[in-house]
Nanobody, 124 residues
Framework: QVHLVESGGGLVQAGGSLRLSCGVT????????RAWSRQAPGKEREIVAS????????WYANDVKGRFTISRDNTLTVVYLEMNDLKPEDTAVYYC?????????????????WGQGTQVTVSS
């Protein structure tokens, strides 16, 4: 079975940066759009960034636009989330996701595959 595996979370001070990675085991998710989402305590999971399979189109939630960048590596297998100017309100468990679609989606219900998540904590 194909799995998504996140890494790169941790504790950082406000204003700092982190880079999350999402790899794939037992497969490639070729042709799938990918996304990063997050879930803070007591809140619903939300998509914060998404990218098409070829990496030519991206989408960002308003509260991360200009601070976060989603990208894919040359193999189109690994997806990254570069997070800059982090704020305490960015604290959450971050999940990567995949959907069998050539289009972007900001709706978490459109994504069929999810990783187990990585904790990001931003201290003030």
């Amino acid at each position: 079975q194909v799995h998504l595996v996140e890494s790169g979370g941790g504790l950082v001070q406000a204003g700092g940066s982190l880079r999350l990675s999402c790899g794939v085991t037992n497969g490639t998710f070729g042709g799938y759009a990918r996304a990063w989402s997050r879930q803070a305590p007591g809140k619903e999971r939300e998509i914060v960034a998404s990218i098409t399979y070829g990496g030519h189109n991206t989408w960002y939630a308003n509260d991360v636009k200009g601070r976060f960048t989603i990208s894919r590596d040359n193999t189109l297998t690994v997806v990254y989330l570069e997070m800059n100017d982090l704020k305490p309100e960015d604290t959450a468990v971050y999940y990567c996701a995949a959907t069998n679609s050539l289009s972007l989606s900001a709706n978490r219900h459109d994504y069929e595959y999810w990783g187990q998540g990585t904790q990001v904590t931003v201290s003030s």
